[in-house]
């Protein structure tokens, strides 16, 4: 049961009559603050998990929404999930758990001040965004979730909530996907071995090659299965791209059709091999996705493809060569083609990263 604690003010603008909420049943998970404010001459309520500390800005209500308050109170959590890239599988069991809804007091003084604490970053925000579509409304949320909160062990609000999910209803996967990475082109071979969950999206796939190459992600980069090409929509390129994050591997791959192109830059064209190796049951007591192992240094980014490695390889080769000494400051001062060390691979969060392309621009 999902459970809306409402403040007075709220009560007011809401048809709905008021439950016992006990303590010894209640579920914080399942539980959400709600409060209204005036902002910028709009109504706005805040709902925000007493669990987590995540919040959810609804702005600019008239009086019809309020007499729709369960379902568009509900939408808007869900959307949020999902924008914040919180798995199916999560969302589909906090759904089950939110099909009956009931309205009660508020019940943590904690709750409430924090979420007037936020209301001056939503006031401040909401100059930032024009606040009308519901495009802006989730870079609002995510905007503010991602403000510091000192009672927080996990730092910020989403990283109390994907912690949370995690917690609560276990790994999101059973069966992990090993892949071979191999660049095309370059003699002796440059490879890496990897292990992902088995509900990734292409995108999470592409900062997993990204990380365990050592490219640094400066570029646009594409997929090629099964036919279709798949990586970040752009206007200046071929519209048929599929979006990267919109797609999962799992509805491409099996081992009868276990090979993907990638090719990362456009300009220097870095095209890669992936191979699905196997599918394999995901260990408790790993951490995925993890580099089991590789060959070789990734080139250096924007040194001009597989040619441009090569001249530059030459040229570090040479020390009477005239470009070395501007190729090893170029470099930062030195580049060992055959240093990689597989347990040095540090994994990003790709959710994170595709954050910071569509909200932070």
């Known amino acids: 049961m999902l459970t809306i604690n409402c403040t007075a003010k709220l009560k007011k603008e809401i048809d709905f009559e008021l439950e016992e909420n006990e303590e010894a049943t209640r579920d914080d998970f399942y539980n959400w603050h709600a409060h209204l404010f005036t902002i910028n001459r709009r109504k706005t309520v805040v709902l925000m998990n007493v669990k987590t500390r995540y919040s959810v800005v609804l702005y600019g209500l008239k009086k019809a929404d309020f007499k729709n308050f369960n379902q568009l109170a509900v939408n808007a959590i869900i959307d949020n999930f999902r924008a914040?890239?919180?798995?199916?599988?999560?969302i589909d069991n906090y759904l089950e758990n939110m099909s009956e809804i009931k309205y009660s007091k508020t019940y943590s003084r904690s709750i409430i001040s924090q979420i007037n604490y936020l209301k001056s970053y939503i006031e401040y925000y909401s100059e930032e965004f024009s606040v009308v579509s519901s495009k802006d409304m989730?870079?609002?949320?995510?905007?503010?979730?991602?403000?510091?909160?000192?009672?927080?062990?996990?730092?910020?609000?989403?990283?109390?909530?994907?912690?949370?999910?995690?917690?609560?209803?276990?790994?999101?996967?059973?069966?992990?996907?090993?892949?071979?990475?191999?660049?095309?082109?370059?003699?002796?071979?440059i490879w890496r071995r990897i292990e992902v969950p088995d509900d990734y999206t292409f995108w999470d796939l592409h900062v997993a090659i990204q990380d365990a190459m050592g490219w640094l992600d400066y570029h646009l980069h594409e997929f090629r299965v099964k036919g279709r090409e798949i990586g970040i929509p752009h206007q200046d390129f071929a519209n048929n791209i599929l979006t990267g994050w919109e797609e999962k591997i799992g509805d491409y791959l099996s081992m009868k059709n276990k090979m993907i192109d990638y090719n990362y830059d456009f300009g220097d064209c870095w095209e890669h091999t992936v191979e699905l190796e196997g599918i394999y049951p995901a260990k408790e007591e790993l951490d995925y996705p993890r580099c089991l192992a590789g060959e070789r240094a990734c080139p250096p980014e924007d040194c001009g493809g597989v040619s441009g490695y090569y001249d530059m390889l030459d040229i570090l080769n040479d020390p009477e060569?005239?470009?070395?000494?501007?190729?090893?400051?170029?470099?930062?001062?030195e580049y060992n083609p055959e240093d990689f060390e597989a347990s040095e691979v540090k994994f990003h969060n790709p959710q994170e990263r595709l954050n910071n392309i569509l909200y932070n621009k």
């Open 321 to 333: 060569d005239t470009e070395h000494e501007h190729i090893l400051e170029w470099l930062g001062g």
């Open 138 to 189: 989730i870079k609002l949320n995510q905007k503010n979730n991602r403000i510091p909160i000192l009672k927080l062990e996990s730092y910020c609000a989403i990283n109390s909530l994907r912690n949370t999910f995690m917690e609560r209803m276990g790994r999101s996967y059973n069966q992990v996907y090993r892949f071979k990475i191999s660049l095309k082109g370059i003699e002796p071979l």
């Open 84 to 90: 914040e890239g919180i798995k199916d599988s999560y």
